[in-house]
């Protein structure tokens, strides 16, 4: 997300000294040893204050984003005035929408009541200013978010259409604001923004579609798909896991090695810790923050889950400083999992902590074959003063960032001399072999013309972007992904473009042309791209922020998940939910699954999490700005009757977690003989699903082959006797598989330390 606030330089590198005391890591087993452990000496002192000191300086940044005096700052100013109305006006516009950005709704409405007293006697105001009338409702809207959404929180709530547990228990503020937004059409008729939060209100009153007048109604109908994916019902407050906060990043993996998939949660709030929901086996999740460490760790805008060391559990990246332009120079965390869940904060050993930069784009890979995971950051350089103006490119050259692990737990910046520095301002990183040579390439999305680095195998990379035509969407694009959504052995490149508003959404669902930028779904015939997104039902304004992909059917088909908005509080629009369908088409199933969203979304994990052979979604759900958090979401899903076969990889030449392998899966089925495809690793892009591999089968009556392609040592590896509904070990240059218990789970019981 780019910050429209202007830039203020800022330093906030704290010092840190790091002892030597002891860390030692054993894999689980003898069984499981990698060809070679990590053995360092790193500091282990808690980091908690290191952080609070950057949110203190963050806060008393005159300007910058996370400034905390500006409300105090504008009634100074309007204290200071007199006899001049304008000015008023002008000053209590901007402290009415700051006290909602801080998160003080009832003191902004108010002040807004307050404004519209005084004009009581001055009509004539009102109708030169009609923009007040939309302030009055964004008040009044926010306030009946926070007494019904968020005080009153339930399973349906801000499912859209808003219908059942989501229409609102307490009804005055919506009306207040439903006033407020028919006040301001009967001036501007035309404003598609209005009409859309209008007709918002009334679902949450619940007289839509009645009370509408005609000229105003948008239609839901356009929201009926026609095809049932069937509901998936929101447990997260049943499991205690849907954490209130601000926008983040989510990883659903198996953080302590005893089978089951715990959540890993972030915040971009400075002095917001992370979350840590442990998975008891039982149906039940406990708040193990503390205990695995992560609440030492404040703000992260995203964060994602590798192997980074071969011990065989799952590590996190935490990325900092996005949006915050020079306020940004934050360092990021690298936390190395003991095995047990528990977590230490190795970044300046590693050597990834310096310089930092302001960053909430990377993906783990083994650019170099070498059996290690490398880390490519994309920074949000300004390096390209064409996008933006002198003011805030000044000081912002900060040149992505591509660290090749060393193997013994430290890692050297090679960006520049493999020539992969971007020098544009990066909003999303995704790794996949587009090319299929064995190597990994790397797709950077930017404002400004995206890259598409080709790994040349010898150390360096060339850009092919302009070359291959994938350079699009516009100028501003945001969330990439490599994922074969056709089942060809090809992997195709999504990228999702960022222009986009809510009268955007409102005419698409009326109709009508819109000016949004659509995204772009590059499919791979061959190594070569063809855009195809209008032929497949992607050309439509979506402005994505946290995306993913996963199959929701268990069809073997690749499914997406948009997680959309921006910091205006104006901005709310359902997240979207694309069924695909056998590789032709996505159809929009956001309401038939319950996925329409009206929150903003980030984080989306797909994951199979009481494991029953299908996957589960979990959402990290929230706004920019203090006032505007909201509770995550876990969609469990109601199942489809197709079959499943998961995959745990364990290389031995390639990384640990089986990043960079290929998985191809024949199946016999009713209709003829078909093939599944599948990458393994980081090639999707804020989003953290589970490093296992769970793969729909559809109808399938067989498998008669898998085969893997392993990077690491170049062999093909061909499995037979695979059984279906069943998850198995694979190990790198082994000619058999492992079967492994997969016992579901009944979500939503007491967890037994309670009992």
Sequence with gaps: MTCRLKAVSLCVIVAVVLAGCSDPKSPTSAEDAPRRTVSMNVSDEPRRPEFEAIAAQLARVDGGFFEQNRSDKLRQARAGMTGDLGQMLGVTYQLVRQLLQDGETEEAVREVDIMFRALESRPDVLQKNPSLHLLRGLAYLRLAEIENCVKRHNAECCLFPLQNGGVHQVKQPAREARSSYLNYLSAQPSDLRARWLLNLTSMAIGDYPDAVPEEYLISTAWFDAKTDIKRFPDIAPRLGVDKLDLCGGCIVDDFDGDGDLDIATSTIDPMGSMAYFRNEGDGSFIDASSQSRLDDQLGGLNIIGADYDNDGDVDILVLRGAWLFDEGQIRNSLLRNDGQGRFT????????????????????????????????????????????????????????????????????????????????????????????????????????????????????????????????????????????????????????????????VAAHYLGRRNDATSPCLYHNRGGRFTEVAGSVGFNRPLLPMGANFGDLDNDGFLDVYIGTGDPDYETIMPNVM??????????????????????????????????????????????????????????ENPGHGNHFLTMRLVGTRSPRNGFGARITIELDTPQGTRSIHRAVGSVSSFGGSTSRQEIGLGDATGIPKVTIFWPGSGTTQVLEGVPMDAMIEVREGEASFKQLPLEPLELGQVPRSAQ
């Design 345 to 504: 904060d190795v970044t300046h050993f590693a050597g990834t902590a310096l310089p930092a930069r302001p960053t909430q784009a990377a993906a783990w890979g083994d650019f170099d074959n070498d059996g290690d995971l490398d880390l490519y950051v994309g920074n949000e350089s300004r390096a390209d003063t064409s996008k933006f103006p002198a003011d805030q490119a000044a000081g912002g050259d900060y040149p992505a960032q591509l660290f090749l692990n060393q193997g013994d737990g430290t890692f050297k910046d090679a960006a520049k001399s493999a020539g992969v520095t971007n020098d544009r301002y990066c909003k999303g990183v995704a790794v996949g072999d587009y090319d299929n040579d064995g190597d990994l390439d790397i797709y950077v999305s930017n404002i400004g013309r995206n890259r598409l680095y080709r790994n040349e195998n010898n150390g360096t990379f060339i850009d092919v972007a302009p070359a291959l035509g994938v350079t699009e969407p516009s100028d501003r694009s945001f969330v990439p992904w490599f994922f074969d959504y056709d089942n060809d052995g090809w992997l195709d490149l999504f990228v999702a473009g960022y222009d986009a508003g809510v009268d955007d």
């Design 578 to 635: 694309l069924r695909n369908a056998n590789g032709k088409r996505f159809e929009d199933v956001s309401r038939s699954g319950g996925f329409g969203h009206l929150q903003k979304g980030h984080g989306i994990a797909f994951a199979d999490i009481d494991n029953d052979g299908d996957q589960d979604l979990y959402h990290q759900i929230g706004g920019f700005f203090a006032g505007d958090a909201y509770h995550n979401a876990l969609f």
